[in-house]
């Protein structure tokens, strides 16, 4: 399984970016799609998670700003509005399935003041 991610940028406080993944190979039909951030000098955190069913899980920060989508098994997003400097990090996406997470590249994130 391979994830490709895309979408990343510089943007100025208050903007806005889209993040895109899309996973190919041996895709079940049931898993969870999900977006992580690291920023520099900290731990890996999640930002939100979808599931095929459409469940989702947000982190806190996330909340009301960000809205996580999928097409399918395959492709998930992610539509950060309203981003702040404190959200600059590198944005992996994560499919989790049959019990094994497989991880994308991660795509750079960054957010001026």
């Known amino acids: 399984v391979q994830l490709q991610a895309s979408g990343g940028g510089l943007v100025q406080a208050g903007g806005s970016l889209r993040l895109s993944c899309l996973a190919s190979g041996s895709i079940f039909g049931f898993n969870v799609l999900g977006w992580y951030r690291q920023a520099p000098g900290k731990a890996r955190e999640l930002v939100a998670t979808i599931a095929l069913n459409g469940l989702v899980n947000y982190a806190e920060g996330a909340k009301g700003r960000f809205t996580i989508s999928r097409n399918g098994k395959n492709t998930v997003y992610l539509t950060m509005n309203s981003l702040k400097p404190d959200d600059t990090a590198v944005y992996y996406c994560?499919?989790?399935?049959?019990?094994?997470?497989?991880w994308g590249q991660g795509t750079q994130v960054t957010v001026s003041s």
């Open positions: 994560k499919l989790g399935q049959r019990g094994v997470d497989y």
